[in-house]
């Protein structure tokens, strides 16, 4: 046996007596520490993008004559925006916290942006709401009556509602990818698509149950657009997402995770198959909503249980230590 083949030999033996590798810190604390949030969060997280996604039904059944559509997606906006706020500020503790980010614009920050673009999208879908509202109210002033203008500030403030809401839809999964949360982080290129066509099929789907079918043709397209844009982007997160992508699959998240795709697909499937059902309409829309919700806490769930396990911190950073090599630091 030569030289080479001894040292090749001795050093597989050196590697067969290696143990596996046991993913621990000190004290048995977890590395990343779990983020303080509850249950408010994810419940804001899918509130928000089923108000955004309301508003855009909205501006569009406005510009296409469609008045039940409009009505129904300018109060779903301003109710799911209300409870959106509630659960957030719910979570922060006590308003002023929230009107205190006011204070500062920081670019850099994903909540500092994001309560900017809370704070710009809301009084606009406010305003179309409060339009249908009065619409809705019987004329008893004749002419002195504001009435009238506040109806017709509807359709400019449904409008630029519209523009704006594309962000809320998104803002959010920005801010739980920008956090250490491991499986959050290694979702953030794909999480703000998950998280807007997620809200497009929840808002299409109340949009099925609270128009009349005679109205939702284009609703029905966006569901089955927003359905298959969210399972399609979910794989493809599940697919970059490494190692912290079994916490997707494990467990309660995991139980979420399959209701979601199960409930998006039949709910898209549904809307193909509604014509002028109604029933059929009104079941799918509400497959579509459990399915964002489900969604949303399943996300939000993945990343709690991420950060208490350390091999999810700890083989991500030397996959990526392995593909960059290590650092060099030069005088």
């Known amino acids: 046996m030569t030289h080479v083949q001894q040292g090749r030999r001795r050093r597989g033996a050196e590697r067969s ?4 590798a046991d993913f621990t810190s000190y004290y048995g604390r977890p590395i990343v520490k779990p983020s303080p949030w509850e249950a408010d969060i994810p419940a804001y997280l899918f509130a ?5 996604g309301s508003s855009l039904i ?14 129904a997606g300018r109060l779903a906006a301003v109710g799911a925006l209300g409870f959106s706020m509630a659960a957030l ?19 850099t920050s994903p909540m500092s942006v994001g309560t900017w673009i809370l704070s710009t999208y809301g009084p ?6 409060a339009a249908e509202v009065t619409g809705l109210l019987p004329e008893r002033y004749g002419r002195t009556s504001p009435l009238p203008l506040v109806s017709w500030l509807g359709r400019p403030a449904g409008l630029v509602a519209a523009l704006t809401a594309p962000p809320v839809a998104a803002y959010t999964a920005v801010l739980l990818a920008d956090t250490a949360t491991p499986a959050w982080h290694s979702a953030y290129k794909e999480l703000p698509f998950v998280f807007v066509a997620s809200g497009s099929a929840a808002a299409a789907g109340l949009g099925m149950i609270a128009a009349p079918t005679a109205e939702t043709a284009p609703v029905r397209r966006m569901a089955v657009a927003g359905a298959l844009a969210e399972l399609a982007m979910e794989h493809r997160m599940e697919r970059s997402m490494g190692v912290t992508a079994e916490t997707l699959h494990q467990g309660k998240v995991g139980r979420l995770m399959r209701a979601a795709k199960v409930l998006t697909a039949a709910g898209a499937a549904g809307a193909l198959l509604a014509g002028r059902s109604r029933v059929v309409a009104a079941a ?5 909503l459990l399915g964002s919700a489900c969604t949303r806490f399943g996300v939000f769930e993945a990343g709690q249980e991420s950060a208490k396990d350390p091999k999810y911190t700890v083989v991500p950073q030397r996959e990526r230590l392995e593909r960059e090599g290590p650092v060099r630091y030069h005088p």
């Open 48 to 52: 928000g993008g089923l108000a955004a």
């Open 284 to 288: 799918s829309g509400a497959a579509l």
């Open 89 to 107: 500020v719910h979570d922060l503790g006590k308003p002023s916290r929230f009107l205190n980010m006011l204070r500062t614009v920081k670019l």
């Open 58 to 71: 909205a501006a569009g059944a406005d510009l296409t004559g469609r008045p039940t559509l409009r009505r």
């Open 17 to 20: 007596m290696v143990p596996e």
């Open 124 to 129: 606009f879908a406010g305003a179309a709401a």
